[in-house]
């Protein structure tokens, strides 16, 4: 396994958990640590099934709540009303920036908002746990956005 760290973390989890631990499990947690960008689960079981796992389609949804219980990965949802997963194992904290007529998602850094969710939380009594900053927008250039190219 290529993620020996991240195994061991939801090995640990699994067993505190009293979870069985099983081979398809951590199939899944690789498929799922090495998908490129924000995914449904389907994507990944459609994804798995293309490289011939085995893994059923029970196990993928089961073994991704698993995987979030963990904070291996963070559940997402871009306001389409569609759960979407990205890893969150060493991963640079970030936002988001979606485009409301194609769905593109663009991550980014911003040294401004690393430090608003601490000052708004102070400000009203409360401790940050965590935040999730979505900025929803449209695409500047209609060439750049999948909304304006497939209407075409």
């Known amino acids: 396994m290529k993620n020996q760290q991240a195994e061991a973390i939801f090995k640990e989890f699994l067993k505190s ?5 099983t081979p398809e499990r951590f199939e899944v947690m690789e498929a799922a640590l090495d998908y490129k960008g924000h995914f449904q689960a389907d994507d990944l079981f459609i994804q ?5 796992s085995r893994v059923s389609r029970a196990t993928v949804y089961n073994t991704l709540e698993l995987l979030v219980q963990c904070e291996l990965l963070i559940k997402r949802n871009f306001g389409d009303n569609l759960t979407k997963y990205e890893n969150n194992y060493k991963k ?7 485009c409301m007529d194609c769905g593109r998602i663009v991550e980014f850094t911003n040294s401004k908002i690393k430090e608003l969710p601490k000052e708004i939380s102070d400000e009203y009594g409360f401790i940050v746990e ?3 900053f979505n900025i929803f927008a449209r695409c500047k250039d209609p060439k750049n956005c999948e909304y304006y190219q497939n209407k075409s």
């Open 92 to 98: 640079q904290r970030h936002d988001h920036l979606i």
């Open 48 to 52: 798995m099934k293309n490289q011939k």
């Open 130 to 132: 965590n935040y999730s």
């Open 17 to 21: 958990a009293k979870n069985r631990i």
